[in-house]
């Protein structure tokens, strides 16, 4: 005989079963937190085929902002999370790789195909238990550990890359500031129409406020030593300074391969991303490989990440009278042009006379091109993290675990800058310019070499305690954490080359300039974390920590700072909420006190001594700083509320979350002038307070369309 058996699957929401890693790998399920996250996964970071894991996270969760500050072959970022809350003090977030703090710049470094997830722990409240480093939120990455039967990818990713606009520049009016017309005859300063509004034209001028255009041949620059001298059309040329860029090109090439079971896994990966860059001659390099693993063996567990990536850079550098605080970049450069210029006709600063430093129109800039040719800036950087977790679980409520991690980056830097000559004639300045030549008929060349290199060590002991009393859950954690950091900087520069374009610093005239500076700094933390449910839908949590900083006298060294939260399942507690079209239900809230010591120099709570004019052939030894060193320095405190609610539709396809967040930060630490009378000129003090406050939504719809193997998944998010 047969019978039938019917049975009928209920969909059930699964968001607030979501699992969530919080600070130190602590797991909690969603709907306990009383706190805001947000997650990317490694699938959406890469989608756009991004070769930085920080510009992959623009614009994907609300209170994140991404700020690129340096869009070059190996663009500089900046990572904010609810806006700033410091006056001076760093205001990036904290970054934790595999369990490892690292700096938001070494993120840049790392292979973005390897990133498993990104965990955002957006305010001080979720990011409190991580100590003084984490007072503005934290990034938790997540690297691929291996899973299933054994995988070979490899993929490709060329991309190219255009200056899309300028600054919005007028067009209408040419080459002219107000030059003299009137005092002695100028053949390269005079009025062109009829106009008297402007300014008159003048050949060799940078700055555009002359004469309308009119279309006539005016003469640019002056005459040259043989007499010739080269003349344009009066009109502004199209895209005169667009089409000094060039298309960047990048080549991205990975490979990996990932294995794993329920007791063990391995992942290997490897990547070459070579860019060309917008900027003729500006070029980098990235390789990198990285390595990761686990085991588990009855009531033991241990893991491992190890990565290694070098960057190679080579881009223009300075002008070679733009030094100092004048320095100026290309684009500054090539700002500096008027319309009537196409600045790609001088290209050939070696055979065209007009091109070369004796015969470039321009007076008072320099051609862009001879810097891209002459002054280089290159560098070299090694970047290394390690990590290796054991843990121990011999029953289900206890576990011990421990945590090392090792970060080391060094950097090799090379500036060369060659040596700029003007013949007799421009050294005259025959053009009653008062050029850059005039009386200078050598600028001479330059170099310099900095070494850097920083080393972190952090160890983290936990023991987590799980149990459950009938309808109480209940979770401890207990924990220890040592950091230690270290950096060293050592710089040496010349000026004047005996041998031209031979870039050593023995190649000088004069002294060499040297400098080193060492620093050091250890801290310590103790924390607790505290988590009750009742339920399944009432949860409470509280943490505590106190951090000992070694950049703070012994009086002030120890600050301690709590928190609390708490959240409750709407949803859960009252189950006529629940229906076809409400899938949960969830408020929230929390309070959270954290610290940050804000020293600019480690070692501002102690008195620093410089050396003395002429050291040492003449003159003091050392001398005390004229900064006053100011022992009663304390961190920056920051105190922080927040609420959010969270809906869920149609089974989750649909979810919507909104935070009011207001966090203030006393105890700012800035700098302040003083009486010289007093023998010093600055101190640094406690002063002042920043208030922040702020409004998150975030709107998730998966999937708004859904054709089968096409699907489109939308999200929205606002922050005021």
Do not use: C
């Not at 909690?28 to 890469?46: H, I, N, P, S, Y």
């Not at 470039?360 to 040719?373: S, V």
């Not at 409470?540 to 609390?564: C, E, T």
Request: hydrophobic share 35%.
């Amino acid at each position: 005989s047969t019978s039938a058996i019917n049975v009928q699957m209920k969909v059930s929401a699964v968001a607030l079963d979501e699992v969530v890693v919080t600070a130190y790998g602590i797991k909690r399920q969603a709907r306990e937190l009383g706190f805001a996250t947000a997650k990317v996964t490694g699938t959406d970071l890469v989608k756009g085929g991004e070769t930085n894991v920080v510009t992959g996270l623009t614009a994907k969760v609300s209170g994140l902002s991404i700020t690129t500050t340096n869009n070059g072959v190996n663009p500089s970022t900046r990572i904010t999370l609810r806006g700033n809350r410091h006056l001076l003090a760093t205001n990036q977030a904290l970054v934790v790789l595999d369990g490892v703090p690292v700096s938001a710049g070494y993120l840049n470094s790392i292979n973005p195909n390897d990133i498993d997830n990104v965990q955002i722990l957006k305010g001080a409240s979720a990011a409190a238990l991580y100590g003084n480093d984490a007072s503005n939120g934290v990034m938790i990455v997540t690297t691929k550990k291996g899973s299933g039967v054994p995988v070979i990818k490899y993929s490709n990713t060329t991309t190219f890359e255009k200056v899309s606009y300028l600054p919005k520049l007028q067009t209408r009016f040419g080459s002219g500031d107000g030059e003299d017309t009137t005092a002695t005859p100028n053949p390269y300063t005079f009025w062109i129409g009829r106009d008297r509004n402007t300014r008159p034209f003048t050949s060799f001028e940078n700055q555009s406020y002359g004469p309308e255009y009119n279309g006539q041949l005016v003469p640019l620059g002056g005459a040259l030593a043989d007499g010739s001298i080269q003349k344009v059309p009066y009109s502004n040329v199209k895209d005169g300074k667009l089409k000094f860029f060039n298309t960047g090109v990048t080549v991205q090439n990975d490979v990996s391969y990932s294995v794993g079971d329920d007791k063990s896994n391995f992942y290997l990966s490897a990547q070459d991303i070579n860019t060309k860059g917008v900027i003729p001659g500006d070029k980098n390099r990235r390789t990198g490989v990285r390595v990761a693993g686990s085991r588990t063996t009855g009531i033991l567990h241990g893991e491992y990440t190890v990565g290694y990536t070098q960057t190679n850079t080579n881009t223009a550098g300075e002008g070679y009278f733009q030094t100092g605080s004048t320095n100026a970049s290309i684009y500054w450069n090539v700002l500096n042009t008027p319309g009537e210029i196409d600045l790609t006709k001088y290209q050939d600063i070696v055979n065209n006379k007009f091109a070369n430093n004796n015969g470039y129109y321009n007076a008072y800039y320099p051609n862009p091109y001879w810097q891209i040719a002459n002054s280089r800036n290159v560098t070299k950087q090694d970047d290394i993290l390690g990590s290796a977790l054991v843990s121990i679980k011999p029953t289900d409520w206890f576990e011990a675990s421990y945590r090392l991690g090792w970060t080391f980056e060094t950097q090799q830097f090379n500036f060369n800058r060659g040596e700029a000559s003007y013949n007799a004639y421009m050294v005259t300045d025959p053009w009653g310019a008062s050029a850059n030549a005039a009386g200078h008929p050598l600028f001479p060349g330059a170099a310099s070499d900095q070494l850097y290199n920083t080393n972190s060590l952090q160890g983290d002991f936990l023991i987590t305690l799980n149990k459950k009393f009938n309808d109480i859950s209940t979770k401890l954690v207990l924990g220890n954490s040592m950091f230690q950091n270290s950096n060293k900087l050592i710089y040496v520069s010349a000026t004047g080359e005996v041998i031209p374009n031979f870039y050593n610093i023995n190649n000088r005239t004069g002294e060499v300039g040297a400098s080193e500076t060492i620093n050091q700094r250890s801290s310590m933390g103790a924390f607790a974390d505290l988590s009750l449910g009742y339920k399944n839908f009432l949860f409470v949590h509280a943490s505590a920590r106190n951090d000992w900083d070694s950049r703070l006298v012994k009086s002030n060294r120890s600050f301690f700072y709590p928190g609390a939260d708490g959240s409750l399942v709407l949803s859960e507690l009252i189950p006529a909420l629940k229906n076809q079209t409400i899938s949960f239900a969830k408020i929230r809230g929390g309070w959270s006190k954290t610290g940050q010591v804000a020293l600019t120099s480690w070692y501002g709570t102690l008195p620093s001594f410089v050396n003395g004019a002429g050291f040492p052939f003449n003159g003091a030894g050392l001398l005390e700083s004229t900064t006053l060193s100011n022992p009663t320095l304390k961190p920056e405190i920051t105190k922080e509320t927040e609420l959010g609610f969270e809906l869920g539709f149609l089974n989750d396809k649909v979810h919507f979350e909104t935070n009011i967040y207001q966090s203030k930060t006393m105890n700012q630490t800035i700098p302040a002038t003083i009486s010289a009378a007093t023998g010093y000129y600055n101190a640094t003090v406690n002063a002042g307070e920043l208030d922040t406050k702020g409004i998150e939504a975030d709107l998730k719809i998966t999937p708004l369309l859904n054709l089968g193997n096409l699907k489109w998944n939308l999200s929205i998010n606002y922050s005021y």
